[in-house]
């Protein structure tokens, strides 16, 4: 391997001037030229004395064979251009250091120039169809100009992919390091709710204990501290939720149930916060819903009652109504049934700036909604990771001071004899 400056030797006695390197401080673009012909060297090093690209000067690597051309490329990874001969040590060897570069050094970014006196040896059209080469000259007509927009137009390509490389790379890293950072928030989580679960469940137990033997004024205390720790259960319960569905660790059955026993099952629970604040809680299921249909009814209760209660905790007048109906089939597809669930309330609405990020985990921590009405911000987003692994999509409409409608949609599967009746 020989390096050399692109500029001449400085003649005995020239006057001083500022070195090439002090007017070009970028790092110079490395451009390897493959060639047993020494005058071609030469040749090639005359017409590219002086060129500057995008403020840097080229720094020149002689090979004299494809084999020297390998070695150099496996240790400068960071060559831009290779200037190419075809026939050398064998008739095949320049296009030999080609698959070289592309097969076993997988590098995709030098762009390769094949230069070649024989174009018999090696076909402009074979050579672009079955090679993965960037340009290709014929030397007899490889004029200093045509040399010079060559060499141009590849730095450009190579810069340009360099960079795209090098913020794919970065991304990359930073993906990474979110998702490492997510994976140990969430595994954090995960602990804590643990640890923490423990010695609610011992609290709740004495509490009911309590309960059943204090008198009336201490059974009113002892049934606040209840519902305070049952409360405190349902945002552990949520967390744990919430890392198992970001983790993939839920499977959802598919087992036959009823919908309107699911909707009666979801409404009890919720029924009682409703009373409490004298709102009123209406429900309907349309005729066409089947009687039954195959999925995971646990879920859907789940996320009916996560809708229903967010509605009631932003409900200080009126109330809520919840309706279930049956979407027309996608595409003839008679083996399930797409279902719409529409939760109304008659709230305070959620504001324009807030609707984007509803959803999201933790999105509701220091916002309106958890002030006002308590939590983690976490039982929207567990009811859109549960809807999407259903196959349906979650929305929301809502004016400040009207209410909100939030409406999910669910894919189940139709039992056989259902299914062959529709």
Not at 5 to 24: D, E, G, I, N, Y
Not at 166 to 189: D, E, H, Y
Not at 384 to 410: C, D, H, W, Y
Request: aromatic fraction near 4%; proline fraction near 5%.
């Amino acid at each position: 391997m020989r390096k050399q400056s692109v500029a001449k030797t400085k003649p005995l006695f020239a006057p001083s001037r500022p070195k090439t390197r002090r007017l070009h401080p970028r790092s110079p673009w490395k451009v390897l030229i493959v060639d047993d012909e020494p005058e071609v060297h030469g040749v090639t090093r005359m017409v590219l004395e002086g060129f500057i690209f995008s403020g840097a000067e080229l720094e020149m690597i002689d090979a004299y064979s494809g084999e020297e051309a390998k070695r150099i490329l496996s240790k400068e990874p960071d060559t831009a251009v290779v200037l190419l001969d075809v026939v050398m040590e064998s008739p095949h060897a320049g296009l030999d250091v080609v698959r070289f570069v592309r097969k076993e050094l997988d590098n995709r970014l030098v762009r390769i120039i094949l230069r070649t006196g024989q174009p018999g040896q090696a076909p402009e059209r074979d050579v672009l169809n079955g090679y993965d080469i960037n340009d290709y000259k014929l030397k007899t007509e490889l004029t200093s100009q045509k040399l010079s927009t060559a060499m141009t137009t590849a730095l450009r390509a190579y810069r340009d992919m360099r960079d795209l490389e090098r913020n794919r790379k970065a991304l990359f890293r930073t993906v990474m390091k979110a998702r490492a950072a997510s994976r140990a928030r969430a595994q954090f989580l995960a602990n804590m709710s643990h640890e923490l679960r423990t010695p609610l469940n011992g609290i709740l137990g004495l509490t009911q204990l309590l309960l059943a033997t204090g008198n009336d004024e201490q059974c009113e205390y002892l049934q606040m501290v209840h519902e305070a720790g049952l409360g405190l259960k349902s945002i552990i319960n949520n967390i744990l939720d919430f890392v198992s569905l970001e983790d993939g660790e839920v499977q959802l059955e598919e087992k036959p149930f009823d919908p309107r026993l699911v909707l009666e099952s979801a409404l009890e629970p919720v029924s009682i916060q409703a009373g409490w604040k004298g709102l009123k809680l209406q429900s309907a299921v349309e005729e066409d819903v089947p009687d039954l249909l195959v999925g995971d009814a646990a879920r859907l209760r789940q996320v009916l009652i996560n809708m229903l209660a967010n509605a009631v905790k932003c409900t200080e007048r009126g109330g809520i109504r919840i309706k279930i109906s049956r979407l027309p089939p996608e595409m003839d597809d008679l083996s399930e049934a797409l279902l719409q669930v529409e939760v109304s309330d008659t709230g305070m609405g959620v504001p324009p700036d807030q609707r984007q990020h509803i959803f999201e985990p933790f999105a509701l921590g220091e916002s309106f909604l958890t002030k006002r009405t308590g939590g983690v911000g976490l039982g929207l987003s567990i009811c859109k990771n549960i809807v999407r692994r259903m196959g349906g999509q979650i929305r929301l409409v809502s004016e400040p001071g009207e209410g909100s409608t939030f409406s999910f949609t669910a894919r189940f599967g139709l039992p056989a004899g259902v299914a062959e009746r529709q």
